[in-house]
């Protein structure tokens, strides 16, 4: 049975939590660091805030920067996608539960452990407490 779970979560709760983890010291422009800006539109697919910095006027939002830019993902399918990878659900399901290709949902999955396992080469690989929240900690970074 597949639950129609990212109709339940609320977007702009889940945008708010993203922007918590991914941006803990504040949204910033990702060219010139300024925290100076005006909201400019709304994407149509992921219906998150896109930002114009007002010292480069360069476009953003709270994806640049990060593993999930450009994937066209709504802040509710980001935040279950973290959290499936974390309990380590399988791709199929995952990808199915929220309408997510499963090619982008195993793509997501190899980066966010990678940069879990980048941040802590030395803890064991059973130990999967760490490597949550490190991977939750460090979601928002690209490399
Ligand atoms: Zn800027």
Redesign the pocket.
């Known amino acids: 049975m597949i639950f129609p779970i990212t109709a339940l979560l609320d977007d702009e709760q889940s945008e708010k939590w993203l922007r918590e983890h991914f941006h803990p010291e504040g949204l910033r ?1 990702p ?2 660091d ?1 925290a100076k800006r005006r909201i400019f539109r709304e994407t149509q697919t992921s219906r998150l805030t896109v930002y114009r ?1 007002l ?2 006027e ?1 476009v953003y939002n709270l994806y640049s920067g990060t593993l999930f830019e450009k994937k066209h993902l709504r802040p509710s399918q980001v935040v279950l996608l973290l959290r499936g990878v974390a309990k380590g659900e399988s791709g199929m399901r995952l990808a199915e539960e929220l309408s997510v290709s499963r090619t982008t949902v195993h793509e997501l999955r190899k980066q966010l452990q990678q940069n879990a396992r980048r941040l802590q080469p030395d803890a064991p690989l059973m130990d999967e407490h760490t490597e949550t929240d490190e991977m939750f900690q460090n979601a928002g970074e690209k490399r």
């Open positions: 422009c060219k010139c300024s910095c010292d480069c360069g």
